[in-house]
């Protein structure tokens, strides 16, 4: 059962279309997988309708009005465009969650399905170490770095210290660290600062959905020695 969700800023930020395009994929991730926060996102969407009604604003052009039925759809669009500036309109996220099938056979979010159109294997995942694979995600030219992280059975990711925040939503699988376990669905925010060390469980390789603000900082020399590898990956983006 998911236990960890956006808070009540991710999710007004995200009814609102203010999100930077990576945490809204993270958090319409989690919606795919939590009712719960879909139906707190359709309040805050109808509480924004009327407020809007009631400042008497001129009406949307219809093409817009169409994206604003599905604020899946507009999310999408805004992928397709390059997140050309336009928000994710406020309008209730998707309300079927992720199903398996022969074309998901991981049974993964449709946000990410989205971003992997031809399938989460094509993207190009770098082995670090025995049991972590990681595939980037460009979406934009925001300074987030954006990534599927996939955890073998029972690997232990590198202890790191975060100087950024850090989503992290559990797509497949579980993984624990000193704080607690986390299920599928799970949308978990670390801050700068904060170290921690994530284990996946023993039975079932654990797949994440990660958004970071800044690269972590490696802390034990097993990471460091990761590290041009690393910096290599991140070349480009906030450094
Ligand atoms: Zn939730």
């Excluded at 993964?108 to 094509?122: C, F, I, T």
């Amino acid at each position: 059962m998911v236990s960890f969700h956006p808070d009540a800023k991710f999710l007004t930020d995200f009814a609102a279309g203010n999100l930077a395009l990576s945490e809204a994929i993270c958090v319409a991730a989690h919606l795919e997988f939590c009712s719960k926060c879909r139906s707190h996102v359709q309040q805050l969407s109808d509480l924004g309708a009327q407020l809007m009604s009631r400042l008497e604003v001129e009406p949307m052009p219809v093409d817009e009005q169409d994206a604003g039925d599905d604020g899946f759809d507009a999310l999408m669009q805004r992928i397709d465009a390059g997140d050309t500036g336009m928000s994710i309109s406020p309008a209730p996220a998707p309300a079927a969650t992720a199903r398996v099938s022969s074309a998901n056979p991981l049974g993964l979010p449709r946000v990410v399905q989205k971003l992997a159109s031809e399938g989460v294997q094509s993207l190009k995942w770098g082995q670090f170490g025995k049991s972590l694979r990681i595939a980037p995600i460009r979406i934009d030219s925001e300074s987030r770095e954006t990534a599927l992280y996939d955890i073998k059975a029972g690997g232990q990711m590198p202890e790191h210290e975060h100087r950024g925040e850090e989503i992290t939503v559990l797509l497949k699988g579980s993984f624990s660290d000193a704080e607690g376990k986390y299920v599928k669905g799970d949308f978990v925010v670390r801050h700068a600062g904060e170290r921690h060390q994530p284990t996946a469980t023993l039975d079932t390789d654990c797949i994440c959905l990660v958004s970071l603000e800044q690269p972590v900082k490696p802390s034990s020399v097993w990471y460091r020695l990761l590290e041009p590898l690393v910096q290599y990956r991140l070349s480009g983006l906030s450094n």
